[in-house]
């Protein structure tokens, strides 16, 4: 038998825990519940994504045009000012350069210069829309090496396809990372997607070939490949690449209608490079940024445009499905040079 006095506190602290929690209960209820949180538009995402790159950039513009400096030395102090956001030398340079052709003599109205830039920078990241799905089934092969977020940029292509209405088939050609394949079985659950694969380390163009097979005999619309971004040498994985495209355009005719490269905004001027090697050898469509949200690196976009001359697709400004967006010349300066104190920026 317990003694009385310890039966008697257990009973207190019994009910002190029952009152709490419906004190707790009530207040919750009072309360009502919590306020949904406001959704932003695509051009609010890529604004707040933007954020980091736009606020170092917007300071050393600032400076430059502030400085009082004689014309020469603003447009150099410009010049350094887009370089440091990761534009490169050679882009910012051009740009500057037009800028300056433009403004002329005016070059110490602010207002004008930063106008001037944003209409450059927008007509240097100008490009046609991506091509809609023409062909059944519309095939796209997804490169880039590894830790850009290429496998789940796929998953997330996957859902705006689905989201059209398309019927949808993934393909996980990366064999040498098992998590690779595991990753996109999740993105085909979540999407509703069909998806082909085989064990890790089985060859990229073996499952590409079963692809091509299950998307003819499926009926798929668009078929998404993700491929590898390692192998032991640069050589080997672009004869790798080079051996899935034969495969592919031999069981679809036109095919691969798209050949996108993930870049990582975070990597600065090392997604530049890798732009041109994958464009060298296989022949880069599209480009889709990633991770501009973690970065001030954001101008590395505008470099990617310029120095290999492929078109932006996608940008990617967050963790969710809709952080990937379709990519939109005009809001993308807006959100990058537009001023957070003044509207219109100027």
């Known amino acids: 038998m317990e003694p009385s006095w310890i039966i008697a506190v257990a009973a207190v602290l019994a009910l002190l825990v029952f009152l709490a929690a419906r004190l707790a209960v009530r207040r919750r209820l009072g309360a009502g519940p919590a306020p949904a949180a406001p959704q932003l538009t695509p051009a609010e995402r890529l604004r707040r994504g933007l954020l980091a790159t736009r606020r170092k ?37 051009h740009l500057v350069g037009r800028v300056r052709a433009r403004v002329g003599r005016a070059s110490t109205d602010g207002a004008a210069v930063r106008r001037a830039l944003r209409e450059e920078v927008e007509a240097a990241l100008a490009a046609e829309p991506p091509p809609a799905p023409a062909a059944r089934p519309w095939v796209i092969l997804v490169t880039g090496v590894n830790g850009v977020g290429k496998t789940t940029t796929v998953g997330k292509l996957a859902a705006l396809h689905a989201a059209a209405g398309r019927r949808v088939l993934l393909v996980a050609a990366d064999t040498f990372r098992a998590a690779a394949i595991e990753q996109l079985e999740v993105w085909a659950r979540r999407t509703g997607a069909d998806v082909v694969r085989q064990g890790p380390g089985a060859s990229p163009a073996a499952v590409a070939f079963d692809g091509m097979k299950a998307a003819l005999a499926r009926n798929a619309d668009v078929v998404l490949i993700d491929t590898a971004g390692r192998l032991h040498t640069r050589t080997n994985l672009m004869e790798e690449l080079g051996k899935v495209r034969r495969v592919i355009a031999r069981e679809v005719a036109g095919a691969p209608h798209e050949t996108l490269l993930v870049l990582d905004a975070t990597t600065g001027q090392n997604a530049v490079a890798q732009a041109r090697t994958f464009a060298e050898a296989v022949g880069v469509t599209g480009i889709i940024v990633t991770k501009l949200d973690g970065t001030a690196r954001g101008g590395v976009a505008i470099g990617v445009r310029q120095e290999i001359g492929v078109p932006l697709r996608y940008v990617g400004v967050g963790e969710g499905v809709e952080d990937l967006r379709p990519f939109d010349a005009h809001q993308f300066v807006v959100a990058l040079l537009e001023s957070d104190s003044t509207p219109n920026g100027s």
């Open 57 to 93: 950039l917007a300071a050393q513009v600032d400076a430059a045009l502030g400085s009082g400096a004689h014309d020469a030395d603003v447009f150099r102090e410009l010049v350094e000012a887009l370089v440091a956001a990761d534009v490169g030398v050679r882009a910012a340079e």
